[in-house]
């Protein structure tokens, strides 16, 4: 399950990149919206995704044991992640001058970094409370084959 969703994530990046999150072609005026929101999915699965990978490795390490702290830490990492992208893409938009607009793909609406955390923290809310029964599942298995194979 974790492959299948960082190769959807791959894809979104790869369209996005592609297009510029500003012009992907289905997104135009989605929904009678004024701005491409492509990008806002790309930002929902920058904390989706990352979510269940932070999960994942605080579980095989045993960094955690509560589950209610485990989510916490999750959530702080995902936001982290989403935090540190806004603050590259205002550097990368300094150095290129001219080009910021373009490059932010802001397209016009002041609170774009703060709504793009903002779902990036829906995103990791979302995962944690569709998926982890299912992860938790593929673990137990995976954990069995370890022991399996350790024998």
């Not at 990036?120 to 409370?129: F, H, T």
Request: with cysteine.
């Amino acid at each position: 399950m974790l492959y299948t969703l960082i190769l959807i994530h791959c894809v979104i990046l790869m369209i996005g990149g592609h297009y510029t999150y500003a012009e992907v072609p289905l997104f135009d005026g989605l929904f009678g919206a004024e701005r491409n929101n492509y990008d806002k999915l790309g930002h929902f699965a920058q904390g989706f995704v990352p979510a269940l990978i932070a999960r994942e490795v605080l579980i095989r390490k045993q960094v955690v044991n509560s589950t209610a702290w485990r989510n916490v830490f999750v959530v702080c990492i995902c936001l982290a992640f989403s935090a540190f992208y806004e603050l590259i893409e205002w550097w990368v938009a300094l150095a290129s001058g001219e080009d910021a607009a373009a490059f932010l793909g802001t397209q016009g609406y002041i609170w774009d970094t703060q709504s793009d955390m903002a779902l990036a923290l829906l995103g990791a809310i979302v995962c944690l409370m569709s998926l982890p029964r299912w992860h938790d599942k593929q673990l137990r298995q995976l954990e069995r084959q370890h022991k399996t194979i350790d024998l």
